[in-house]
């Protein structure tokens, strides 16, 4: 009897300990979405994405510190601390720069709770349409080689066709181009070969040439450039 008597005091003195511990509080912030998805468009800068949140606890958080695993994304907040049940969102913004294809970018973001620290993964994945795709961008002569033509392959965005008209030789001091430029439509607005020729190929040259288009007012263009060079 003495032994059960004992056993029981032991159980309760457990039991009025665990009582007297505080819940440690986790997940206050319940997110809206955790995981945005973006289709980015030609020639857009940048991607702004959202994340809404309601702090579900019973006691104030503040969120100490959000971070992005690349430079190119940086989260904000419109303040630090929030009450029980009030409401807030991370505004994630993604520079696109020269990036193009899917990409995935991973928000953390600290937080004080009642209970400790606490963090949370938010996910961004935009995806960047390529403009155009070429093939062979760099078409290359040996000095006294044969000025025979090579060929660049162009394929234009099946979302975003545009006729290309012309090519434009950005060519040192203004002078001549050494290249003889050709554009031929092999599916209209879709799909084209440039053909380049050398004139001479005796001496080192190179020329940086672009595609030129109607459709293109904002000259997008540009950011695709293909390499003429003898040497």
Known sequence: MKKRSILHATIAA?????????????????WEKTIVEVD????????NAYYPFTNTSDSSITITKSTASC??????LEKDTYAPGETGKLIATFDIGSRVGPQRKEITVEVQEAGGPQSYKLTLNVDIPQLIQLKRRALLWK????????????EIH???????????????DNAESNFIFEIVEEKPNHQYLLRITPKDTSKKTRETCYLTSPDDPDKHLRAFPIYAWVR
């Open 14 to 30: 457990i039991a009025m300990l665990f009582i007297q511990i505080p819940v440690i509080a986790g997940n206050a912030l319940s």
């Open 143 to 154: 000095i006294g080689e044969d000025a025979t033509s090579k060929e660049c392959e162009i």
């Open 40 to 47: 980015a468009e030609i020639g857009q800068g940048e991607v």
């Open 71 to 76: 430079g190119c994304t940086v989260p904000s």
């Open 158 to 172: 099946s979302k975003h066709p545009m006729k290309i008209a012309d090519v434009f030789s950005k060519v040192a």
